[in-house]
């Protein structure tokens, strides 16, 4: 591998410099309430949120290529394995700690192989449709968990389901004031982010929310703190599981790192197009890996390319990575001098603005959008969410994969098949292929919309049978438009070759047009060729028309 060092920050110059270390503060300003609210989806201690925007943002900026995107805690990866790893040790402990360590750790080795072995094309196999599912899901799963904390209320399931139950059955030990304070932070922030979206409520809503719990003693009146937060760089290491463990941790660091791989490129991709700029997205595979292995050795959790916290840095201004290493250089400051203050930050402003995050990852336009455009992927997205609240992330995730590969292969299995038929005018335009008609007397113009595979090689003989048994003249001339068809594989190839022979015998002449040169060489291989004829194929369907009598001007329409 040869690698390229700050590909997302070279070229730098003055002017631009300035502005990225100013959008840098900004973003802190605004991301590291954020980070400390993804440490509570994780379970983890509240100061390990910003342990993720440290040696994590570093490693990104120094091993990856985009300019924009921005690698830290996020909510999708902290539910992952938060929910998978609550059942083997208590949130927050120090097996927990080390359990969640681990997970990074993997998760950074299998970043590691993708790049090693140029895998970066699985994040295709998560579609957008299915994203936006997957978000939603995670969205509604994390608004749920907080609800606990916003009502003062201890729930400890860490399954949505058992979580609504628990609160539906516990709603009258719900603290008044803890509930107008939680109700107060997202207020604020919802309304700020429709009419002031510059303005760093969150981080405004954290000093208001430590300056009042301080002066007016919350955590006396029944309002939780998060308590003690240590000073200092975090303790380096390597985490420490036994072996059992680590087998059971595999599935988990396996979910985390696909939705690395395809949320990750999914935010580089979106802005690299929106700024007319190149991405290496084997370089960025490498910055997740090195992000990944920063947060194992340095007490943190998984990082990932957050979508929101990108859109945010580009707000702010960000044109490259050196936004986010001054974010870091702001965190080394925090973590120095600035951590006392944060052990009076009640739990409910935290769970309020991750509540806010939460509601965020709810895309409702773009859902609107999948409804109206496709129905279908529409339902897939619907389905990707619901498995997520209902089943789990990880099984979320395995499901949204196999949805979107069974929906890939249904299309493949049953494609849009037309034939050419004239309209009043007479002209021959392209209708769905309906056995009863065709294109003139004596001829049929037939398209397959998809590569001819096992799945759909007897659909396809099938219906250019029934097409010729029931047409409404005998047929002579059968004309495929083989456009759409760029492969042919062993099993098709014997079905299309029995038709072919079929066809013959009844005294139908079968014209091939529009075949490529990789579908030709297919069709020679497989002896397809030598039934029908080399003269019988061509490669435009105007030649094919041509052959079989038509004239050129009706051919061209």
């Known amino acids: 591998m040869r690698f390229k060092f700050f590909k997302g920050l070279l070229p730098l110059e003055w002017p631009g410099a300035l502005r990225d270390a100013l959008a840098g503060v900004t973003l802190a300003s605004m991301n590291i309430p954020q980070v400390l609210g993804y440490a509570r ?33 996020d909510s999708a990866t902290a539910t992952i394995f938060a929910s ?20 990074a750790l993997l998760t950074a080795g299998f970043l590691l192989v993708a790049r090693i072995f140029k895998l970066g094309f699985l994040a295709d196999f998560l579609s957008r449709t299915v994203l936006v599912g997957f978000l939603a899901g995670v969205g509604v799963q994390v608004g749920i968990a907080m609800l606990g904390n916003m009502l003062g209320i201890s ?19 719900t603290r008044p004031q803890t509930l107008a304070l939680s109700v107060l932070v997202v207020a604020l922030i919802l309304a700020c982010k429709r009419y002031a979206p510059r303005l760093p409520m969150p981080l405004l809503t954290v000093v208001g929310g430590i300056a009042a719990s301080y002066v007016f003693h919350f955590s006396r009146h029944g309002i939780a703190v998060i308590g003690p937060v240590p000073t200092g760089w975090p303790h380096f290491g390597v985490p420490m599981v036994s072996w ?29 197009d929106r700024y007319h700029e190149r991405l290496d997205k084997d370089a960025d595979i490498l910055g997740l890996s090195v992000a990944n292995f920063g ?33 870091a250089g702001v965190v080394v400051l925090v973590l120095l001098f600035l951590t006392a203050p944060l052990q009076y930050l009640p739990h409910c402003v935290l769970a309020g603005i991750v509540f806010t995050i939460a509601l965020g990852l709810i895309d409702l336009k773009s859902l609107r959008d999948i409804r109206r455009e496709s129905p279908g992927e529409y ?84 219906e250019v049978r029934q097409l010729i048994q029931r047409a409404p003249s005998p047929v002579q001339w059968f004309v495929v438009d083989a456009g759409a068809i760029t492969d042919l594989d062993y099993s098709a190839a014997r079905s299309v070759r029995a038709l072919c022979e079929d066809l013959t015998e009844r ?20 002896g397809i060729a030598e039934v029908i004829g080399d003269d019988h194929i061509f490669p435009t369907l105007h030649e094919a028309l041509s052959f079989a009598g038509v004239h050129s001007a009706r051919a061209t329409v």
């Open 41 to 73: 989806i994780a379970g983890m201690p509240v100061v390990t949120g910003l342990y993720t925007v440290l040696l994590p943002l570093i490693g990104f900026a120094v091993f990856g290529s985009s300019r924009h995107l921005v690698v830290a805690a």
């Open 84 to 103: 998978g790893l609550t059942d083997m040790a208590p949130a927050g402990s120090a097996k927990y700690v080390a359990l969640v360590g681990m997970v």
């Open 155 to 173: 729930v400890t399931s860490a399954h949505t389901t058992d979580q609504l139950m628990r609160l539906a059955q516990a709603w009258q030990q």
């Open 244 to 272: 059992r463990e680590l087998i059971s941790l595999v599935p988990i660091a396996g979910s985390c790192f696909v939705v690395i791989i395809a949320q990750s490129a999914a935010a580089a991709r979106v802005f690299a």
């Open 295 to 327: 947060a194992a050795l340095s007490g943190a959790f998984v990082v990932n390319g957050s979508p929101t916290q990108t859109a945010m840095a580009d707000r702010a201004g960000a044109r490259s990575q050196l936004a986010q290493l001054v974010f």
């Open 379 to 462: 339902a897939l997205a619907l389905a990707t969410a619901a498995a997520v609240v209902l089943v789990g992330v990880e099984e979320g995730i395995l499901l949204a994969i196999a949805l979107s590969l069974l929906r890939h292969v249904r299309h493949s299995y049953r494609p849009h098949t037309t034939l050419l038929a004239p309209d009043a005018q007479g002209r021959w335009l392209p209708v769905p292929a309906t056995p009863g008609s065709q294109t003139a007397p004596g001829l049929i113009v037939y398209r397959f919309g998809a590569d001819l595979f096992f799945a759909n090689d007897n659909r396809f003989a099938d």
């Open 507 to 526: 005294g139908v002449t079968l014209v091939f047009g529009r075949v490529n040169d990789y579908l030709l060489a297919d069709m020679r291989r497989h």
